[in-house]
């Protein structure tokens, strides 16, 4: 079977560094993905992960270790603007599709 | 700008209407998706279809029946549906024809059914 985990929600002060953990079965795994979804808006892209390592883009990165079946989002410098919802979602090596955990909401306060 | 369009972005329905979602992608992708999008609840897939033809269903009640009448727009067509259908749907696309890379998504549609 396949199940994601992740924390529903997650606070954090503005300046401050969060990371976002998530965790994962799969019968065939073919890749991670993090989305950022502002309330109303489209989830957005923000990171690939398909190897073990990690992964920079400025102040977010990503890690993976596939052998844990874990993953988790760092996001530093906090900003009020990144107050929102982060899903991560696995691609299974076998369907090709993406499946997504219920995803954290992160409130960053002043 | 988004490359994925939406309309209506909401939208409230009875029990005995029949309403139509549309989406639009200006991105030259050959794959798009519907997916439902519930509070608390993880992403679901609904429909795929790749280079317009439908590769995916992931067991959904036939009150949704999906168009793809070319690669740029795909339509969810609403008939008789339940309350626990509310919910946001969004459309989704991604390059290549069965390959499932990054996907683009569009803003949604605030569905509510009454």
């Known amino acids: 079977g396949q199940n994601i985990d992740q924390p529903t929600e997650m606070t954090a002060t503005e300046g401050a560094i969060v990371q976002i953990n998530c965790t994962y079965q799969t019968s065939g795994f073919n890749g991670l993905f993090w989305y950022q979804q502002h309330a109303g808006e489209a989830p957005t892209f923000l990171s690939y992960n398909v190897l073990d390592g990690l992964e920079e883009k400025g102040r977010f990165s990503s890690f993976l270790s596939r052998s844990k079946g874990y993953s988790y989002l760092l996001l530093k410098e906090l900003q009020m603007k990144d107050s929102a919802s982060y899903l991560c979602?696995?691609?299974?090596?076998?369907?090709?599709?993406?499946?997504f955990g219920t995803g954290t909401r992160l409130q960053v306060f002043p | 700008e988004t490359g994925v369009t939406q309309t209506p972005r909401h939208l409230v329905m009875g029990m005995t209407n029949k309403k139509s979602l549309k989406c639009e992608q200006h991105l030259g992708h050959n794959a798009m998706y519907w997916y439902k999008q519930s509070a608390k609840k993880p992403l679901e897939l609904m429909f795929v279809?790749?280079?317009?033809?439908?590769?995916e269903n992931n067991s959904v009640p036939s009150r949704f029946s999906p168009e793809c009448p070319n690669s740029s727009h795909l339509f969810l067509h609403l008939h008789t549906l339940q309350p626990e259908d509310s919910a946001l749907y969004l459309c989704a696309s991604s390059p290549g024809g069965q390959s499932y890379n990054e996907q683009f998504f569009g803003p949604g549609t605030r569905l509510t059914v009454l």
């Open positions: 979602a696995v691609r299974d090596r076998n369907t090709d599709k993406l499946i």
């Open positions: 279809y790749s280079l317009e033809e439908r590769v």
